[in-house]
């Protein structure tokens, strides 16, 4: 079993920024892979970055290519989102998740079905 929970969540203006954390425990955080994921309203959930075990490999949805960062301190059990130049379509709950079972520099999967540990969510509403 794998818990986590999201921080960092709240409003703020168009333009603005945000860092989300989400803090593991209940196995070795080194020996599994993260994503963010967000679901606004009426909307499916979506995939908007990942991480490898290692750290080295990321990903980004294109949608936030340049204005989102996401990290990982092995050390500290964390991960986190640096989420900057927000805009009013990212606002959204966002997830954070855990992948089981890939290699350590493998970059993890982007479908939300492949993850297999979820935080209760955070609320990011960015205002125009």
């Known amino acids: 079993q794998v818990q986590l929970v999201e921080s960092g969540g709240g409003l703020v203006q168009a333009g603005g920024s945000l860092r989300l954390s989400c803090a593991a425990s209940g196995r070795t955080f080194s020996s599994y892979a993260m994503g963010w994921f967000r679901q606004a309203p009426g909307k499916e959930r979506e995939f908007v970055a990942a991480i490898s075990r290692s750290g080295t490999s990321t990903s980004n949805v294109d949608s936030v290519k340049g204005r989102f960062t996401i990290s990982r301190d092995n050390a500290k059990n964390t991960v986190t989102l640096q989420m900057n130049s927000l805009k009013p379509e990212d606002t959204a709950v966002y997830y954070c998740?855990?992948?089981?079972?890939?290699?350590?520099?493998?970059?993890?999967?982007?479908?939300?079905?492949?993850?297999?540990?979820w935080g209760q969510g955070t609320q990011v509403t960015v205002s125009s």
């Open positions: 998740a855990v992948r089981l079972g890939t290699g350590w520099g493998i970059p993890p999967p982007t479908s939300s079905d492949e993850y297999h540990y």
